[in-house]
């Protein structure tokens, strides 16, 4: 699944497979989900919708964050 939903099922490779070439790094996902999380509170999501979205996120670091 899309991590904020949608009408689709994902069918695309698994997430780690698919960001493992990028080498993303815990500062590279930080960063990311830093400036995520500025524009979304810049477009009025509320607090608690925000709060999830960001649980979402750490829920998929170690996924994301390249291990090698």
Do not use: H, N, Y
């Given at each position: 699944?899309?991590?904020?939903?949608?009408?689709?099922e994902w069918t695309g490779k698994?997430?780690?497979e698919l960001h493992m070439p990028l080498k993303i790094t815990e500062e590279h996902?930080?960063?990311y989900?830093?400036?995520f999380?500025?524009?979304l509170k810049s477009l009025k999501v509320?607090?608690?919708q925000l709060k999830q979205i960001c649980l979402k996120?750490?829920?998929l670091r170690e996924?994301?964050?390249w291990d090698g």
């Open positions: 699944k899309f991590m904020l939903g949608g009408a689709t698994d997430i780690k996902f930080d960063l989900k830093s400036t999380t500025s524009q509320r607090p608690a996120m750490e829920g996924k994301i964050v």
